[in-house]
């Protein structure tokens, strides 16, 4: 079946397309660059315990894996996805506003089952966008990401000088803040209509192949990126709590954080150079061998006194870890789905992603408190089971040529 043609309009580059892009992505991950190492320490201050902290941070997970996707597949329905882009933003800068209400644990849960919601959406429905400036108008993807690598280090840095400063009661005015920034930003987002243009396979081919393209292929490769990511669900949960119980101070816990999002910002600088020629499933493959060594070197690096520089040193694999994964996802995206299904393209690859990162983070309170760093070993066993799937992924694709 043949997709509608693009109408004139959409021929032609809206102005500063990938600055408009790369402004939001910044904008989108300075208040994740916040959350994600130090709402869990915000969350230990109020007094939660390891259990309490892993469901207020699973929960939402499991949430947003049913939400997301349905978001995503309805932009590829939309007039606007733009539109549907400062919607998810202005009701999250909304909702995270709760976080000031008295935090008892049914507050504090329940601000952050809603605030999944939309919040969640805006890294795909970004992603939407950029997409369909690569098959438009030729855009380079790293190159507008890359400023949401920046932006969340930039993050890291401040979230931690400011918790230095004022404490961990300050985190939720700088994610508030961060929300309502990314709302001006979201403003200026490209207006492309719905997306039309097919991906390098003919419409028809995507027609004839889709049942075992979707069913066999993509699904084992989403699943096995996501069995990937969500082995860092560990990292992400406790590692600030781990490394201030071993007397990390705040701002180097930033500056830790920062380390590995700047090896990352690296590698989508080189990315092309070194890895473009490389496959989607290769790229997944190296990722997960560099997750693997990651997890399994870090119960080491205390016990064996190599203390700050040990975890720099790690934190660098980082790039490799989850890097490669963002990249290898969306080339793979790109290279295989037609642009008028990449809003549930998407979707698919976060419910799976979303589905094991919250498994994992769920888990990972039990783990923590009973294991305490050698919980990175269970995080070795999901690794072997994504490479595994990756494997699979492979095969599955090769019998489809």
Request: overall charge positive.
């Amino acid at each position: 079946m043949s997709l509608p043609p693009l109408t004139p309009e959409q021929r032609v580059k809206p102005w500063r397309f990938e600055l408009r892009l790369a402004v939001i992505y910044a904008a989108v991950f300075f208040p994740l660059g916040v959350h994600l190492p130090y709402f869990p320490v915000w969350l230990e201050a109020k007094g939660f315990d390891a259990g309490q902290i892993a469901l207020i941070l699973a929960a939402p997970m499991f949430l947003r894996v049913v939400t997301t996707p349905l978001i995503a597949a309805l932009a590829d329905r939309a007039p606007e996805r733009a539109t549907m882009l400062v919607g998810a933003v202005a009701i999250a800068a909304i909702l995270s506003l709760g976080y000031f209400l008295p935090a008892d644990y049914a507050t504090v849960l329940i601000v952050s089952l809603a605030l999944a919601v939309t919040w969640s959406a805006q890294t795909p429905l970004t992603d939407s966008l950029a997409l369909s400036g690569v098959r438009r108008f030729g855009s380079n993807y790293p190159a507008m990401r890359i400023w949401g690598s920046i932006s969340f280090l930039a993050a890291n840095f401040v979230g931690g000088a400011l918790i230095a400063w004022q404490g961990a009661g300050s985190v939720p005015a700088v994610i508030a803040a961060g929300l309502a920034v990314a709302l001006l930003a979201s403003l200026a987002a490209p207006r492309l209509g719905r997306p039309r243009i097919a991906s390098p396979l003919s419409a028809t081919d995507i027609h004839d192949k889709a049942p075992k393209l979707l069913r066999r292929s993509f699904l084992l490769f989403v699943a096995a990126a996501g069995m990937i990511t969500a082995s860092h669900g560990f990292l992400y949960s406790f590692i600030s709590i781990y490394w201030a119980s071993i007397g990390i101070g705040e701002t180097t816990v930033g500056l830790l954080w920062a380390c590995g999002v700047t090896s990352e910002i690296c590698l989508f600088m080189v990315f092309n150079r070194l890895f473009g020629r490389l496959s989607a499933h290769a790229v997944l493959m190296l990722a997960g061998c560099a997750a693997l060594l990651r997890w399994l070197v870090y119960p080491w690096i205390h016990p064996l006194g190599l203390g700050v520089p040990g975890f720099f040193a790690v934190q660098v694999l980082h790039a490799f870890s989850v890097g490669l994964i963002l990249i290898g996802v969306q080339k793979f995206i790109g290279e295989t789905v037609a642009e008028h299904r990449n809003g549930a393209a998407q979707g698919i690859a976060f419910f799976a992603n979303g589905l094991a990162m919250a498994a994992v983070t769920l888990v990972s309170g039990p783990i923590y408190q009973r294991f305490g760093p050698n919980g990175f070993y269970a995080m070795a066993v999901v690794v072997l089971l994504g490479l595994a799937l990756a494997a699979a992924a492979m095969l599955s694709a090769r019998r489809l040529k």
